[in-house]
């Protein structure tokens, strides 16, 4: 019965703002950490790094055209 009334708590409008989930959201990603990189001997090219990792469009909205 408990876990009955957990389920039902928690999948309902209160519950869900109970726990604070706020949804599925884009995360930021700011590539393979420095350290993992020295341990595998492995580097990004420095010429394809502003074409991946851009701060400034983070938050930004894809639009799509319209077909």
């Known amino acids: 019965m408990r876990n009955l009334t ?3 708590f ?6 869900i703002a109970d726990m604070g989930y706020q949804g599925n ?3 930021v990603w700011d590539g393979v950490p420095d350290d993992v990189l020295k ?3 492995v580097a990004y090219e420095e010429r394809l790094l502003p074409l ?3 701060p400034e469009d983070r938050g930004t909205i894809m639009t799509w055209d319209e077909a």
């Open 6 to 8: 957990a389920t039902g």
């Open 10 to 15: 928690f999948t309902s409008k209160a519950g």
């Open 25 to 27: 959201k884009a995360n």
């Open 39 to 41: 341990k595998y001997n």
């Open 52 to 54: 991946y990792l851009k």
